[in-house]
């Protein structure tokens, strides 16, 4: 399984970007795919989660901000950020999974990075 992600840069705040996650070499039907962020000298958080079923969840710090979708005929996961602000700035990863992540993330209220099997490169969003 390969991830790439795009879509990052440098934003003023209060402006918005799409990030993009190409997937490709999955073959079962579930899934859950994420996207976490990292900031130097911080933990991996996670940011949102999304589902085959189309269940999602998010982070406290991003809800009614960012959403979560995908394009099924794609096979590409998008993160669209509005509002964004300095302390969002961080390196993105995509991360994909089995569908089983979901019922975890939503019984724990916690968004694990080993729920995910799958990681794409990074894209650097840095907003000013």
């Known amino acids: 399984v390969q991830l790439v992600e795009s879509g990052g840069g440098s934003v003023q705040a209060g402006g918005s970007l799409r990030l993009s996650c190409a997937v490709s070499?999955?073959?079962?039907?579930?899934?859950?795919t994420g996207w976490f962020r990292q900031a130097p000298g911080k933990e991996r958080e996670g940011v949102a989660a999304l589902d085959g079923d189309g269940d999602t969840s998010y982070a406290d710090f991003v809800t009614g901000r960012f959403a979560i979708s995908k394009d099924n005929s794609e096979n590409i996961p998008y993160l669209q950020m509005n509002s964004l602000q300095p302390d969002d700035t961080a390196m993105y990863y995509c991360?994909?999974?089995?569908?089983?992540?979901?019922?975890?993330?939503?019984?724990?209220?916690?968004?694990?990075?080993?729920?995910?099997?799958?990681w794409g490169q990074g894209t650097q969003v840095t907003v000013s």
């Open positions: 070499g999955y073959t079962y039907s579930g899934y859950c």
């Open positions: 991360a994909w999974g089995p569908s089983s992540a979901m019922p975890a993330i939503q019984a724990r209220g916690i968004m694990s990075p080993a729920y995910f099997a799958f």
